[in-house]
């Protein structure tokens, strides 16, 4: 073989493993892209399912309060003999402490709400910043892997 040959063997050769690298590259960085796009799914998923289930349970638990309430007055009803006006002034009184209670399960609830939002977008963030530093890092090895045909070292016998 003359030294003419074995430089354009050692070019196709170098072309066919640039190529190679560029396509497990591409391949890499896509099913990167698609792992990084499936864990927003199933993270935003896990946390609306997290917030339905704690306002459900606060909605219960304000539920469970409002039985109990009511059953205690009962009872104190039973166990008074109050004049219609004492029981006013106690209906009354128990309206706006209840109230109070409701108002507070509200603010709490909204709260809750908040803190679940921006932990999401926090999350989604954070996958953002991971997804952006996979593409350069494989931008980065992409440059590395191809070569320009003047940079090309020529094999020598």
């Excluded at 196709?12 to 640039?18: A, C, G, I, N």
């Excluded at 803190?115 to 440059?143: C, F, G, M, P, Y």
């Amino acid at each position: 073989m003359t030294t003419e040959q074995k430089t354009v063997k050692a070019k196709t050769t170098l072309k066919e493993v640039v190529a190679e690298g560029a396509d497990k590259l591409e391949q890499a960085s896509k099913e990167a892209q698609q792992k990084v796009t499936e864990a927003v799914t199933e993270s935003t998923e896990h946390v609306k399912v997290e917030a339905k289930e704690l306002q459900a349970n606060v909605q219960e638990q304000v539920q469970t309060l409002k039985q109990d309430l009511l059953q205690r007055i009962d009872q104190i009803k039973k166990q008074l003999n109050l004049s219609s006006k004492d029981l006013s002034e106690l209906k009354e009184f128990v309206k706006t402490e209840f109230n109070a209670v409701l108002e507070d399960l509200s603010k709490l609830g909204k709260e809750l709400k908040e803190d679940v939002s921006q932990i999401s977008v926090k999350h989604k963030d954070h996958l953002a910043e991971t997804l952006k530093r996979s593409k350069e890092h494989t931008l980065d090895v992409w440059k590395k892997v191809s070569v320009k045909p003047e940079d090309k070292p020529t094999l020598k016998s």
